[in-house]
């Protein structure tokens, strides 16, 4: 085997950062895992029943507050993020809850409705963070993506400062890093529901409330922000996947099953590994630059480097490193349908949320829930959290069903539970059942009919954690215990690094686990980890890492697919029974009527369209007047195909088709070979679509889920091609759509529950003989009439139309700013992606960017390949097609013709000019465009 520029030795998810960070530098990486595959807390598995997957560790994923989603593209390499509107929930057997929602609004009156006075406070706390926005990101970015210095802590004391004085509070920040979060809860709120719900968010990241120094914390989860709380479509296995696909792509190496059994040490350095008897490779030794253990403290020091090179002092300090908080006990279920919390009487958006917290309904017990941990003992009243990760991606699942997880903090060596004495660590086979069902049981007191909808269950101790992955220390879950002498400064103890975050005091070894902040999928060790190991190695100064915390999140936030899972009687956004294609609030009809009495409805679409303009004024959006211009117009032309689609044809009861996209209506690199109708549905419903075929060299029927207002996307739930059609003689067709074949149903085209439009895509190679497709479409199971408006239907389709003009603006921009990394080249647009924005599945796209200076001229070297259909076209800076009415802005395998400059043995042009200045023989025409988008694309391309 060859040496490496550095090895990473298990494959966890911040091991995995480190090394895609490091291969993407340019290094050659190692990762060494002991298992056959990564990532052994962030896993996904079928533990039972075909078709229900569980995440058997991490659930709640949030990488999308890591510069990593940027710098190493992990949308790219196949992570999607899933969630839901409302982020999380508190339930109380009281009947009551409060809710913690994307929507400040939402937030608010879920507050109001338990104490109006806390609901201020928490406003208050709110308004401050808004105010401060600058400097709240920048904090939040050092204390969790940088080393946690004294200056750090110094500035959050004095930003802490001014909102503890607003608060009327006699506290200094000061005062504030030194207590605990339930003592600070304390002071902030009166009604125990709203002290609770920010004391159970701490618990959830891995941080006992009750722990000093955890007053911050509680300070900054009491302002209920909107939070990037994730699950992926298909499980969190999917984080773990992407991670991996990258450090491959980037010429990194992934062995599996290849424990190590040794980290080389020479003249008091790190030189390399050694693999264990049980590898692939036994034996063998591989050196390297760097060595970083993604094993967490104990493991790393004890086993792998030796108390022989340590030293006994060293050894003595890492045995009593701390793994005994937290450990959870999990239940995972495989449900048949959602369970309804009894509070959804009180409010209903609750079953929008996919993650929550049950019991602990006082801080008093909640306090002495964690006294009882921590003396090795279980509480006799379970409290503890909740997932349903199938509310946000039903993939998780089979069609009506969904998953469950329930856990509660637990100690790893249990003493006594309910009166009765226990073994400590060697309890858990004999109590693993006991507790699950005492789990479920007071689950069930919050979900009246929960156990009826259970399949299956499976359990997972402490103990079954550290078996499955035995770096982690009696199922430690963040690397090690977050107590106080391990916490921030002193991570992972002190002594243990030196200089940074993840240098260790034996140089040529590095840390990604066990180390600040901790082990999660924030994958901030992981980060840390690669920038240090960067700068020592030089190579830390490369154009695209660049990326900073939090701001993906931020840029992304209405780009994320939300209630994909939920049933549409608790779902805003359905709840009309009307299309959707945003989750907002829908207001009632008494205030629609207000709002169009008063003139809030027109006041909130004209400001909403002024804020859509932010795109244009972007930084990085060029000053030239002629983009901006044309910036001007783009938002135009969003708004009137928003108001067309939403507005003059909303209705799936009695669909029509529009075009969704024609000659001055454009986005996202239309194809000006193209004509594309669109007609909105529901997927519970059954259509008919009928026509007449033509002469149109292509012509496919997709269905497609979400919309760029609602989910960021337009995912293919269905697709049908002309050439699978049968026609009669006369080439007429028929067409049922629906997510059931009817038995009777020759064409037949697939929907989804979630399938909220229909797309027909025509395209044509002889513009002026070739013979259009004409389809209409129908509801044959019920009313197919249009309905009347009203003003709740107007004001819900004014906020739809905003809401998409602001997402699709935002979502083609971010794809400008990702064209213009590489100019002039013609890169494979990800196919993934193509299909997340609603691109045909039968289409091969290749999108680049050009840049013309006044005296240049624009090359494409093109060569087609052998397919049904080809083209070559440009766009300009906001990627919509030239005007393809009065220029010549493309070319197709039809209109191209060979001229001497360029000519090629096939017939077909290999290389295009055209001229910033006008188009040249057999060209393209720029428009006097001075950048923009090229984009070929080619049909069954084999």
Not at 608 to 629: H, I, N
Request: aromatic residues 8%; charged residues 20%; glycine residues 10%.
């Amino acid at each position: 085997m060859r040496d490496f520029d550095a090895v990473v030795v298990g494959g966890g998810i911040n091991g995995l950062t480190t090394a895609a960070y490091l291969a993407k530098a340019g290094l050659s990486v190692g990762v060494f895992e002991a298992r056959g595959q990564c990532g052994a807390h962030c896993d996904t598995v079928e533990l039972g029943l075909p078709g229900f997957l569980h995440n058997t560790h991490a659930q709640w994923l949030v990488p999308a507050m890591s510069p990593a989603m940027s710098d190493l593209d992990l949308g790219g390499f196949g992570l999607e993020l899933r969630g839901t509107d409302v982020l999380f929930a508190k339930t109380f057997s009281g009947g009551t809850n409060v809710v913690q929602a994307l929507d400040p609004a939402i937030t608010d009156a879920s507050l109001k409705a338990a104490s109006e006075q806390d609901a201020a406070v928490q406003a208050t706390i709110a308004s401050y963070f808004a105010e401060q926005l600058e400097e709240t990101l920048d904090l939040s970015r050092r204390l969790l993506y940088g080393p946690p210095t004294a200056a750090v802590l110094d500035r959050l004391a004095s930003f802490d400062d001014v909102l503890l004085s607003r608060l009327g509070l006699s506290l200094s920040g000061d005062d504030v890093l030194r207590m605990t979060g339930i003592e600070l809860l304390e002071l902030l709120f009166d009604s125990e529901e709203v002290r609770t719900t920010p004391a159970a968010l701490g618990e959830f990241t891995g941080q006992w409330p009750t722990r000093l120094r955890l007053g911050a914390l509680a300070l900054s989860l009491a302002g209920l922000q909107p939070m990037a709380v994730h699950t992926a479509r298909g499980g969190s296995h999917a984080l773990t996947h992407a991670l991996a696909r990258c450090v491959v792509a980037n010429g990194g190496e992934i062995w599996g099953t290849c424990p190590v059994e040794r980290i080389l040490v020479r003249d008091e350095k790190a030189y390399g590994i050694r693999l264990g008897p049980d590898a692939v490779l036994p034996g063998e030794e591989i050196t390297a630059g760097v060595v970083v253990s993604n094993l967490t403290l104990a493991p790393t020091f004890l086993q792998l480097v030796g108390e022989d090179v340590i030293g006994v002092d060293r050894s003595r300090i890492v045995k009593r490193f701390n793994y005994d908080d937290p450990q959870l006990l999990a239940v995972m279920y495989a449900l048949e349908g959602d369970l309804e919390f009894a509070s959804s009487a009180h409010d209903p958006g609750i079953q929008r949320a996919w993650v929550g917290y049950f019991g602990g309904e006082t801080l008093a017990e909640m306090r002495g829930a964690f006294a009882d941990l921590g003396s090795g003992v279980i509480p006799d009243d379970v409290m503890g959290g909740w997932f349903i990760p199938t509310r946000a991606d039903p993939a998780q699942a089979p069609p009506g069903c969904h998953t469950a997880y329930l856990w509660m903090s637990v100690p790893p060596c249990p003493r006594r539970w309910r009166g009765s004495r226990l073994d400590g660590w060697d309890a858990w086979p004999k109590l693993a059942e006991p507790l699950a069902e005492a789990v479920t049981e007071r689950f069930e007191e919050y979900a009246p009919g929960f156990r009826d909808l259970i399949a299956e269950r499976h359990v997972m101790t402490p103990r079954n954690q550290e078996m499955n992955n035995p770096s982690a220390i009696r199922g430690n879950m963040i690397g090690g215990s977050a107590i106080p002498e391990q916490f921030a400064e002193n991570r992972p103890l002190p002594g243990i690094v030196e200089g940074g975050v993840s240098r260790s005091f034996l140089p040529g070894l590095y840390l990604s686990n066990s180390i600040h902040p901790y082990g999660a999928t924030h994958l901030a060790s992981g980060y840390l980890a690669a920038v240090e190991v960067a700068e020592d190695l030089g190579c830390r100064d490369v154009p695209w890492w660049r990326a900073r915390p939090l701001d993906w999140f931020l840029e992304n936030l209405g780009d994320v697919p939300l209630n994909l899972g939920v049933d549409h009687r608790f779902d805003d956004a359905h709840a009309t029974g009307e299309n959707d294609d945003v989750n907002t609030t829908v207001p009632d009809d008494g205030d629609s009527a207000a709002r169009v009495l008063d003139g809030r409805i027109w006041a909130d679409f004209c400001a909403a369209l002024e804020e859509a303009g932010s795109v244009v004024l972007a930084d990085s959006v060029p000053m030239d007047p002629q983009d901006r211009a044309e910036g001007w117009r783009y938002l135009t032309r969003l708004t009137r195909a928003s108001l067309n689609f939403f507005l003059e044809v909303p209705d799936p009861e009695a669909p029509a088709f529009t075009r969704a996209v024609d000659e001055t209506i454009k986005m996202g690199m239309d194809n000006p070979d193209n004509v594309y109708l669109a007609a909105p549905v529901k997927g519970e419903f059954t259509y008919r679509m009928t026509g007449v075929r033509g002469t149109v060299h292509y012509l496919g029927f997709g269905t497609q889920a979400g919309g760029y207002g609602k989910t960021g996307s337009l995912d293919t739930t269905g697709y049908l091609e002309a050439k699978d059609i049968e026609v009669d003689a006369d080439g007429r067709f028929e067409i049922i759509a629906s997510v059931e074949r009817p038995p009777d149903a020759v064409n037949w085209l697939r929907m989804s529950p979630e399938t909220r439009m229909i797309q027909v895509r025509q395209t044509r190679v002889d513009h002026e003989n070739e013979i259009l497709a004409q389809v209409t479409i129908e509801r044959i199971d019920g009313p197919s009439s249009p309905r009347p408006p009203t003003p709740e239907r107007i004001d819900k389709a004014l906020r739809e139309a905003t809401t998409f003009v602001q997402a699709a603006s935002q979502m083609f921009a971010a794809w400008t700013e990702d064209f213009r990394t590489s100019p002039n080249t013609l890169p494979r647009f990800p196919p993934e992606k193509a299909l997340a924005a609603g691109g045909d599945p039968n289409i091969a796209y290749y999108h680049g960017w050009f840049e013309l200076a006044d005296d240049e001229a624009l090359v494409i070297d093109l060569e087609p390949p052998e397919c049904d259909f080809w083209n070559v076209q440009l766009a300009n800076y906001w990627l919509e097609s030239l005007d393809y009415r009065y220029f010549p802005v493309h070319l197709n395998q039809g209109t191209a013709t060979i001229s001497r400059t360029g000519r090629c043995a096939s017939s077909l042009p290999r290389r295009i000019p055209a001229s910033r200045t006008g188009s040249t023989p057999a060209g393209i025409d720029t428009e006097r465009c001075a950048c923009g988008g090229s984009e070929p694309r080619n049909i069954r391309n084999p």
